[in-house]
Structure formats: structure tokens, C-alpha cells
């Protein structure tokens, strides 16, 4: 379930709800009872780790013509 962050317009409080997908977004200040609460943009607080990811598998990795010559290569031999 993700966590939601919520401030109020009118009394300046903030509290982070975690909340279905599904589910309404809260309206009511906890603390002052004002129908002034709402959802904040923020950042998402996640790291894509282990393999099939960006970083081990999707990186731009130097191509075999880059690294050594080949004679599939337009410019075979040309290689520095």
C-alpha cells in the first residue's frame, strides 16, 4: 500500500496516511477539523535493486565494435 502525504491549507499540519488505491482521499484536518486536507506532490521512496533492473542489465555498455575490431564493422580495422 502506498503512503500518502497530507497537509492542511488552513492549520499547516502534515501527516503521511497509508492508503489503498481504492480509497478516498482524506478531506478532514485531524487537527483542526477543517475540510482543508490534501494529498501533496513528493517524491516516490523506492530503489530498484538486484538484477533485470537499469543499472545491471540496461546500462549503456560499450559494443563489441568499440572494443575490439570486427569485420561486420563499415569501418573494420578503424577502430581506436
Not at 27 to 50: I, R
Amino acid at each position: 500500500m502506498p503512503i500518502y502525504e497530507y497537509r492542511c491549507s488552513s492549520c499547516g499540519a502534515q501527516k503521511d496516511v497509508m492508503q489503498k488505491f481504492s480509497d478516498e482521499p482524506l478531506t478532514k484536518c485531524p487537527e483542526c477539523g477543517q475540510e482543508t486536507f490534501s494529498k501533496q506532490l513528493s517524491a516516490a521512496g523506492f530503489q530498484l535493486k538486484g538484477s533485470g533492473y537499469y543499472v545491471t542489465d540496461f546500462k549503456n555498455k560499450p559494443s563489441q565494435c568499440e572494443t575490439s575490431p570486427c569485420a561486420t564493422c563499415p569501418s573494420a580495422g578503424a577502430h581506436s
